[in-house]
Nanobody, 125 residues
Framework: QVHLVESGGGSVQPGGSLRLSCAAS????????MAWYRQAPEKQRELVAA???????NYVDSVKGRFTISRNNAINTAWLQMDSLKPEDTAVYYC???????????????????WGPGTQVTVSS
């Protein structure tokens, strides 16, 4: 069983930066896609960014140019660099990973087999 643990959340002023980390443990098998989702109060969980095992990325339009997803397959870890943060980025951020690899970077939430408990990101002045 794979366990995902996020870290790096916190509070920051608008325009600031945070770097989230997601470490996978419990299995030596390589993971497929890794992704970051977020959920704001009273809103549905939405995809923020995804990355295939080969490094192909996909971002929601609202974070393009501000957020960068990356990963290191050797240590089953992914990161989300968040710059120029806005109050509307405030949410709980979740890391997700799939067991298998898929041909497309665009997956539905149901394709992700493993989820972390989430880390709070608050952007406020």
């Amino acid at each position: 069983q794979v366990h995902l643990v996020e870290s790096g959340g916190g509070s920051v002023q608008p325009g600031g930066s945070l770097r989230l980390s997601c470490a996978a443990s419990g299995s030596s098998a390589s993971l497929g896609h890794m992704a970051w989702y977020r959920q704001a109060p009273e809103k549905q969980r939405e995809l923020v960014a995804a990355i295939t095992s080969g490094g192909i990325t996909n971002y929601v339009d609202s974070v393009k140019g501000r957020f960068t997803i990356s990963r290191n397959n050797a240590i089953n870890t992914a990161w989300l660099q968040m710059d120029s943060l806005k109050p509307e980025d405030t949410a709980v951020y979740y890391c997700a990973a799939s067991r298998r690899r898929y041909p497309s970077v665009r997956l539905s939430m149901s394709n992700y087999d493993y989820w972390g408990p989430g880390t709070q990101v608050t952007v406020s002045s």
